[in-house]
């Protein structure tokens, strides 16, 4: 069975920088676990692993730096990129996902996604696509880095020191972490009969090649 917290402990701070740089703007971001590695590595701070204050900053600059990335990468590729064919680390309905999702909620949109996996991946790029003025992009990219990757990572380290034993409930908490952020995504997946459809499809060549 992974063991994130074992995990993490090997990784260390540059492993937990790279995977907070990948998952806030880089396309392979869809596949890291974001939310459950921030609580999880403020929960082994609080426990000596992890210095908290490094850890903040160091999460927190990864986090600004990776939607940066994918803001400018955006702001270059433009239309191109929704005209990309789809392979391992690319899902053209990812983008059109989060496209929908930015045209409805606006600039609040690089705030909100950092708490939605994939959408938070995609969500800068789309911001550069759409040529989001970069000075009012870089104060929604600074303010939902802080929430995010600081907060949540504040989340586990204070959790870590409050509750006695927090250790033996880390592995159900993670679990409840990763459900909460997965739920939208889950949401709007069953409530759209387009993706619904796409899925089932899917399920069923999958089914065929057995």
């Known amino acids: 069975m992974f063991e994130l917290d074992n995990f993490i402990k090997t990784i260390g701070y540059a492993g937990i920088f790279a995977i907070v740089f990948a998952e806030s703007g880089l396309l392979l971001g869809v596949f890291l676990p974001g939310d459950s590695l921030l609580f999880t590595a403020g929960f082994l701070a609080s426990q000596g692993f992890f210095e908290i204050t490094t850890l903040c900053f160091i999460t927190f600059i990864a986090a600004v730096l990776g939607d940066n990335v994918g803001y400018h990468f955006g702001k270059k590729a433009g239309p191109r990129i929704f005209k990309k064919e789809e392979s391992l680390f690319f899902n053209p309905k990812n983008i059109d996902r989060s496209r929908s999702f930015y ?3 606006g600039g609040k949109t ?9 959408i938070r991946t995609f969500a800068p790029i789309i911001a550069g696509v759409g040529k989001m003025q ?23 380290y204070f959790l870590g020191k409050s509750i006695p034993n927090i250790d033996r ?24 009969q387009e993706r619904r459809a796409d899925i089932i499809g899917k399920i069923k060549k999958i089914k065929k090649t057995k």
């Open 169 to 192: 409930y880390l592995l159900p908490i993670v679990v409840i972490i990763i459900t909460i952020s997965i739920a939208p995504t889950l949401f709007h997946l069953v409530k759209d």
């Open 103 to 105: 045209e409805k909620h």
């Open 134 to 156: 970069y000075r009012r992009f870089l104060i929604f990219n600074l303010s939902g880095a802080f929430l995010w990757a600081v907060g949540v990572t504040l989340l586990g």
């Open 110 to 118: 690089i705030i909100i996604a950092r708490f939605l996996p994939v």
